[in-house]
Nanobody, 115 residues
Framework: VQLQASGGGLVQPGGSLRLSCVASNIRGTINLMGWYRQAPGKQREHVAT??????SYAESAKGRFTISRDNAKNTVYLQLNDLKPEDTAVYCC???????????WGQGTQVTVSS
Protein backbone atom coordinates (compact mmCIF):
# COMPACT_ATOMS: atom_id res chain seq x y z
CA VAL A 1 0.00 0.00 0.00
CA GLN A 2 1.24 3.44 -0.87
CA LEU A 3 -0.22 6.73 0.29
CA GLN A 4 0.84 9.84 -1.57
CA ALA A 5 -0.17 13.15 -0.03
CA SER A 6 0.07 16.46 -1.82
CA GLY A 7 -1.27 20.00 -1.77
CA GLY A 8 0.63 21.51 1.12
CA GLY A 9 2.50 24.76 0.96
CA LEU A 10 3.02 28.21 2.40
CA VAL A 11 -0.10 30.31 2.84
CA GLN A 12 -0.96 33.52 4.64
CA PRO A 13 -3.34 33.54 7.60
CA GLY A 14 -6.90 33.36 6.35
CA GLY A 15 -5.85 31.50 3.23
CA SER A 16 -6.90 28.13 1.91
CA LEU A 17 -5.32 24.91 0.74
CA ARG A 18 -6.66 21.62 -0.56
CA LEU A 19 -4.80 18.50 0.41
CA SER A 20 -5.09 15.22 -1.48
CA CYS A 21 -4.02 11.71 -0.62
CA VAL A 22 -4.11 8.86 -3.10
CA ALA A 23 -4.03 5.31 -1.83
CA SER A 24 -2.63 2.77 -4.23
CA ASN A 25 -2.17 -1.00 -4.16
CA ILE A 26 -5.09 -1.42 -1.77
CA ARG A 27 -6.02 -5.11 -1.75
CA GLY A 28 -8.92 -4.97 0.68
CA THR A 29 -11.86 -2.66 1.29
CA ILE A 30 -11.17 0.79 2.64
CA ASN A 31 -12.97 1.33 5.91
CA LEU A 32 -11.57 4.68 7.00
CA MET A 33 -9.59 7.51 5.43
CA GLY A 34 -8.34 10.39 7.45
CA TRP A 35 -5.97 13.24 8.08
CA TYR A 36 -3.73 13.79 11.07
CA ARG A 37 -1.13 16.45 11.72
CA GLN A 38 2.03 16.90 13.72
CA ALA A 39 3.49 20.26 14.56
CA PRO A 40 7.13 20.66 15.65
CA GLY A 41 7.57 19.54 19.23
CA LYS A 42 4.02 18.25 19.50
CA GLN A 43 2.34 14.87 19.27
CA ARG A 44 0.44 13.81 16.21
CA GLU A 45 -3.23 14.71 16.46
CA HIS A 46 -6.42 13.78 14.67
CA VAL A 47 -7.77 16.37 12.23
CA ALA A 48 -10.58 14.66 10.31
CA THR A 49 -11.68 11.19 9.31
CA UNK A 50 -14.32 9.83 6.96
CA UNK A 51 -16.03 6.46 6.84
CA UNK A 52 -19.17 5.12 5.23
CA UNK A 53 -20.98 6.24 8.37
CA UNK A 54 -19.90 9.86 8.18
CA UNK A 55 -17.19 12.28 9.16
CA SER A 56 -15.40 13.24 12.36
CA TYR A 57 -13.51 16.45 13.02
CA ALA A 58 -11.22 17.75 15.71
CA GLU A 59 -12.65 20.75 17.50
CA SER A 60 -9.96 22.93 15.95
CA ALA A 61 -11.05 21.83 12.47
CA LYS A 62 -14.79 22.23 12.78
CA GLY A 63 -16.21 24.96 10.60
CA ARG A 64 -12.94 25.51 8.75
CA PHE A 65 -11.85 22.16 7.32
CA THR A 66 -13.83 19.75 5.17
CA ILE A 67 -12.90 16.14 4.48
CA SER A 68 -14.21 14.34 1.44
CA ARG A 69 -13.52 11.13 -0.41
CA ASP A 70 -13.58 9.80 -3.95
CA ASN A 71 -14.06 6.05 -3.62
CA ALA A 72 -13.45 5.39 -7.31
CA LYS A 73 -10.03 7.01 -7.05
CA ASN A 74 -9.17 5.81 -3.52
CA THR A 75 -8.49 9.44 -2.75
CA VAL A 76 -9.23 11.52 0.31
CA TYR A 77 -9.24 15.31 0.32
CA LEU A 78 -8.97 17.91 3.02
CA GLN A 79 -10.11 21.43 2.25
CA LEU A 80 -8.45 23.86 4.62
CA ASN A 81 -10.06 27.27 4.92
CA ASP A 82 -9.38 30.26 7.17
CA LEU A 83 -5.97 28.88 8.02
CA LYS A 84 -4.23 30.08 11.17
CA PRO A 85 -0.55 30.00 12.17
CA GLU A 86 -1.37 27.26 14.67
CA ASP A 87 -2.44 25.04 11.77
CA THR A 88 1.20 24.84 10.69
CA ALA A 89 2.17 21.16 10.71
CA VAL A 90 2.93 18.14 8.59
CA TYR A 91 -0.41 16.69 7.52
CA CYS A 92 -0.45 12.92 7.06
CA CYS A 93 -3.13 10.71 5.65
CA UNK A 94 -4.23 7.40 7.08
CA UNK A 95 -6.11 4.52 5.53
CA UNK A 96 -7.61 1.59 7.40
CA UNK A 97 -8.67 -1.26 5.17
CA UNK A 98 -10.10 -4.70 5.86
CA UNK A 99 -9.84 -8.14 4.30
CA UNK A 100 -6.93 -8.03 4.76
CA UNK A 101 -6.78 -5.67 7.72
CA UNK A 102 -4.21 -2.91 7.37
CA UNK A 103 -3.52 0.45 8.95
CA UNK A 104 -1.35 2.55 6.66
CA TRP A 105 0.10 6.03 7.00
CA GLY A 106 1.50 8.36 4.39
CA GLN A 107 4.59 10.52 4.79
CA GLY A 108 2.66 13.74 4.82
CA THR A 109 2.66 17.18 3.28
CA GLN A 110 3.87 20.35 4.98
CA VAL A 111 1.40 23.15 5.63
CA THR A 112 2.90 26.44 6.78
CA VAL A 113 0.70 29.37 7.69
CA SER A 114 2.65 32.58 8.02
CA SER A 115 2.52 36.19 6.98
Amino acid sequence: VQLQASGGGLVQPGGSLRLSCVASNIRGTINLMGWYRQAPGKQREHVATITDNGTSYAESAKGRFTISRDNAKNTVYLQLNDLKPEDTAVYCCRVISVLPTRDDWGQGTQVTVSS
